[in-house]
């Protein structure tokens, strides 16, 4: 620790510091909980800067040498000591922001200005806040040079303790440059946040600047999360400026707030209880229909329906108040009537009457409720929604909603839903938190023939949400990515921590709506939920491995061609097309998402072109030319398979006469099939440029596992940058 | 003139400034050209600082008060002259990186300093360069303070002059934040400039920053634009740094490198002779075919198929060597053979064979010629495009291509191409460099059944080029909108010129491929076309109206609906949604688009909510929430329509039984018409979430004039935003 060095200097601050040295020999936290307590009886919830250096000293964040003085004799001894040149600084629990008080002087040389330079700031503070309790002034080695940053650290009300980093400046403010991660930090995550910000080549050094120390960087930026971490009543933090140089990194400026309110308590089951329920209700065996109607146009006769119709095999048990018989099925009173066991109940009942009938749901053992009927929060119904989840609680029952369409688990032909079945297998499950986004993927899933594991309707989330339902999909056997779309994350601290968990086997792709402040402002009309600052969802999903969708189309074009494409196994992308435009346009969407076009390598260039026109370009794109026929194709695509230099492959269709749509779909399909009976298994995707046949053969062509697009250069491409972000956060490349 | 003041200094430059001082009295013009004839006559191609400067004052470019001094004591004495602080720097037309020289010495606070730091300077650049010239040193007035930013102006090989603005600093330098405009810029140019960088924000002080003279700062870039204007050598200007502040704007350094080579002249004929030639190719009576056939799979039997099946009703004159009959029309040996005029000649032979057949066509007068043959400069054969382009130089031929699949002018049923007669009728006009992406605008435009005017290959862009077509498609009436897909601008002067002419009238969409670096290595490889550098192409792009595509969908879904859509009347956009969640999204979505969501005004607040069930949200978006009749929809959109402070609509439609999607569409289209009887007509645009049925709800609304979107919330927001984009640039809100 350095604790002790810290001694060694004349330590003449407040109370809380005078206190605190006397504690030696104790630990850095027993340093800093002595400080925080003391600052907490003083009734404070700011530190004074002795304060802040001294936490950061025990907590190995480098600070200048310094100490506080009483008198101006006393601050010149003190400054020969610490050697000059010195700052200057008052020292007051009254005056935060000191250079607006004119409470600091810069670059005393010698004891004559630090006497003087005392005076003058003890004057210009008694004039700024004539009450304000001046303990003194604090004398600072000067520190500079390098490259100014800022590390701090914030407490987001979703997200809990996050880490930030940043250039020192006005520039950077203007430009919000600035990146976030969730405390505690790996030393990996403090690296990557020096990457993490547009300047991040100021820290390498530009235009003969030498590069900064990264390792003392990221040392400081996890000392702050660590310290953030061991200490949740420290609200806010800045260390600004620190100073980066070649030989280090020192904070020349501590500000430290706190909050002594004690943090909301949030109702988290364990990962083994979310798993034992939700298998239960995602799997059931028996299902109850509480307000199961025969009455055509009813909610609770949809549900009926599609139970029946979309072929679930389970028991159906409906629950009507007088009813002896719906759609076949003996009707029962109340769940409490029902002989044996009962895996979930489907509320299709008005909201006035879901209380007493989840009751019974909880007196009857069942393990979840999946609560369609509105009214509740989201039309000003808070109290009713409240005492909906207080019975849950009180009986152990996990709430799907309310106001939710229900759910599809295509495993067990499930339609728990007032919507239509759904009939199209597959292993995407999808989620949302609004009922129309969830209207729109069932219809763009059905259209597009994407095969589903699930589609969950979440709502108000009063209780289930995002992370529920990744850890059920996680040990769901029928699913291999996860597509989500929220508004807000209640729960976000549970949610990346179950994100970086899950995407670490399964693709998570989420739309986070709400993400422009115009839309933000949406959210919180729409969901009375505090929509969180986008840069932090930016960076929070990025260090849990979750792929970030920019618009619906995306969410779902993700879901759908994510899981078709086998992972690569490292970064060459080759283009081959049979359109130089197509090849043009593929490279700038190559470009956009972030992956590497090979170069090509001088023998590999040479077999390519054996196989095309002389006048056609090998390298990469290698473009074969538009009159070519299918063995062009052939030949050139089985290359690009069997290299195992070549990691993926991205294919531009031109159609001709030569080579028709179905016949160029049909080989693709062929070689690929050829390739995977050799044991060969690469990402393909396609670009079809043509006349209204491709759109059959990019259907073909995606049901045979190559993800293809008429007409569109950017979404083939997009897809298959969205499995290589996935595959490099899960470390898989 | 700033001219005279400059003589008050003691002037002791280089012997062209000396000179250019005798000549007091002259235009401003006749003294930088004094000045540039003599840096030509000595062989430089850059200007020492004094005579930069000196250019610098007689365009009304503030620069700092200064002069030469050729002795120490001359340099002292020229100090107190112009007053303390100064900074001194080496002058010697050899070097020109005066700081890496040691040649640069700032803040000299006395006469003694300037004598000791003339001595440093001229031993630090014997020691740079031994060989140097050394005139002097130069004695400045010290500039500082306020904002330093970087002018300048650089030749780009396709748009010429262009004019730079940016912050200073190296963090800028890695951000790349700066902004260019075609010279001569207008005023309003000149400040959309100050807005057109990422850090705009610190012209306007920021943190207690005073805001910089924005006027001083425009009429500088004015000047710097008038200069290069002027003066086509002058190559390259770099102002940097300009320190601008709340007084006025002052280049505290200048930088000039000039190229004496003569521009390369381009072919362009005049718009009067654009429009004859373009009107009679495009819209022909009298078509020849050149290497017309019978046989099924040539490409000169396609081409007669589409002219005859595509419905044309002018005449068809095959060209045969042998045949005297082709699909029942009379064939003739050439274009000689024909009686009467012929308006196109199409080409349909092999690459070799072009040259006679296309003097043929020059000596029968034919004004253009549509050459479909590859084998030209796309193959490596420079020379025979060469050839073909002089033959057409000679005889006044405007060439289409070569190696293109065509084009389409729908008006005439005119299918002049090997690919599928096009039917879907509109007014839209297409067109690409690429035949591949040709291929896909085809394919694209009959499955979306997108009305097209006319379809266009371009091609190698021997002759006629975007601006050819923007010319002719400005007068053509059976033309609303021009859509263009490019990999580079033989000329990009022209381009422009045309693009801000035209784009005034009707809506220019282009997308520009090889955008990203490595797109760009991609274009070179195709087209042998160097492509521009992005950012250039992005400013040149907004200065002149356009509007870009960031993608093919982007093209052809922007073609598609700009032209469905009135042109608002101002920025104020409603949001009217069933689904909360599409709200969001859709919010999100015109941020993105910067589109303005009108601030809800509180009578038509309550106005709205008369309509909408106590819990939906009012504002913007207007939630009438989900289980809504079709009224509820009927009377919000209606009531949008009349208010005149809203001017554009965007619908969430969200799929339910008790507001089916096809009652959902024909409502929308009634009110829209019944609107439309009284006189209102507003953008509307709608996305779709629900079961398949929503996809044939939207395609009835795009067909009755809302474009509308299944599962989609972003695109129809972005067909909205480029309507939006080219509304603002034509100066119509």
Chains 1, 2 share one sequence.
């Not at 009254?94 to 003087?116: F, P, R, Y």
Request: aromatic share 6%.
């Amino acid at each position: 620790m350095a604790y002790e060095d810290a001694l060694t200097l004349k330590e003449r601050g407040t109370a809380a510091v005078q206190d605190a040295t006397r504690h030696a020999g104790k630990t850095h936290k027993d340093i800093v909980r002595h400080i925080l307590d003391h600052v907490k009886a003083e009734g404070r919830n700011a530190l004074t800067a002795p304060e802040g250096k001294l936490i950061c000293d025990v907590y190995g964040i480098a600070v200048p040498k310094e100490g506080v003085a009483a008198t101006a004799a006393d601050a010149a001894q003190l400054a020969s000591e610490i050697g000059f040149p010195v700052v200057l600084k008052i020292v007051s629990p009254d005056i935060l922001h000191k250079t607006e008080a004119g409470g600091v002087l810069v670059g005393l040389a010698n004891a004559d200005q630090v006497t003087q330079g005392f005076a003058t700031i003890m004057e210009n503070a008694k004039r700024y806040n004539a009450s304000a309790n001046l303990v003194g002034v604090q004398v600072q080695q000067m520190v500079g040079g390098g490259q100014e940053v800022i590390v701090g650290a914030v407490t987001d009300p979703s997200f809990g303790k996050l880490v930030a980093f940043g250039l020192g400046g006005v520039l950077v403010e203007v430009l919000k440059d600035i990146t976030f991660r969730l405390a505690p930090t790996t030393r990996d995550d403090a690296r990557s946040m020096l990457d993490g910000i547009a300047a991040a080549e100021m820290l390498k050094g530009v235009r003969g600047g030498e590069p900064v120390n990264r390792e003392a960087l990221a040392t400081l930026i996890e000392n702050v999360s660590r310290l953030v971490t061991d200490f949740p009543e420290i609200a806010e933090m800045d260390l600004n400026p620190v100073f980066a140089s070649k030989t280090g990194a020192i904070a020349a400026d501590v500000r430290i707030v706190l909050d002594f309110s004690p943090p909301v308590e949030r109702y988290r089951p364990s990962q083994e209880a979310i798993v034992r329920q939700m298998n239960r209700i995602m799997r059931p065996d028996r299902v109850a229909v509480i307000g199961a109607s025969s009455e055509d146009g009813k909610i609770g006769n949809s549900v009926m329906k599609n139970l029946i119709n979309g072929g679930y095999q389970g028991e159906i048990y409906p629950i009507h108040p007088k009813a002896d018989e719906i759609m076949g099925r003996k009707a029962y009173r109340s769940v409490l009537d029902v002989p044996g066991n009962i895996d979930v109940a489907v509320f299709a009942i008005p909201a006035k009457f879901v209380a007493a009938a989840l009751k019974e749901v909880g007196q009857k053992g069942i393990p979840g409720a999946v609560l369609i009927p509105s009214g509740f929060a989201e039309t000003g119904n808070v109290e009713g929604q409240q005492e909906i989840v207080a019975i849950a609680r009180e009986y152990g029952i996990r709430l799907m909603g309310p106001n939710i369409y229900g759910f599809y688990y295509t495993p067990k032909n499930l339609c728990a839903t007032f919507c239509t079945p759904y009939d199209v297998k597959g292993k995407a499950a999808l989620s949302s938190q609004s009922g129309g986004i969830g209207m729109a993927i069932i219809g763009f899933s059905r259209a597009a023939k994407m095969g589903v594991s699930a589609i969950v309707g979440l709502g108000n989330k009063s209780d289930i949400d995002e992370d529920d339902l990744l850890t059920f999909f996680e040990q769901d056997d029928n699913t291999e990515i996860i597509a989500q779309h929220c508004e807000d994350l209640k729960d976000g601290r549970a949610f990346a921590e179950a994100a970086r968990r899950v995407s670490k086997k399964k693709p998570v792709v989420v739309l986070k709506a709400g993400r422009t402040s115009l839309g933000a402002r949406a959210a919180s009309s729409h969901t009375g939920a505090l929509a969180g600052n986008d840069r932090i969802y930016e960076d929070v999903f990025r260090q849990c491995g979750v792929i970030r969708a920019r618009s619906l189309r995306d969410l779902l074009e993700f879901a759908r061609g994510i899981p078709k494409l086998p992972t690569p196994k490292g970064e060459n992308v080759v283009i081959i097309t049979g359109a130089g435009g197509s090849g043009v346009l593929l490279s700038d969407a190559c470009v956009d998402n972030s992956l590497s076009l090979m170069t090509m390598p001088p023998d590999l260039d040479a077999a390519f072109r054996k196989f095309i026109p002389p006048f056609g370009a090998a390298g990469n794109p290698v473009d074969i030319t538009g009159g070519e026929p299918p063995t062009t194709y052939q030949n050139t695509i089985r290359l690009g398979l069997e290299d195992p230099r070549i990691h993926a492959i991205i294919l531009g269709y031109w159609h001709t006469i030569i080579t028709p749509p179905m016949v160029f779909a049909k080989l693709v399909v062929e070689v690929k099939e050829e390739m995977k009976a050799k044991g060969i298994e690469k990402p393909i995707v396609a670009s079809l440029a043509g006349d209204v046949e491709v759109e059959e053969a990019a259907a073909y062509l995606y049901e045979h596992g190559v993800p293809a697009y008429a007409y569109s250069t950017e979404i083939p491409v997009a897809v298959l940058g969205a499995k290589y972000r996935w595959a490099r956060a899960a470390g898989l490349i």
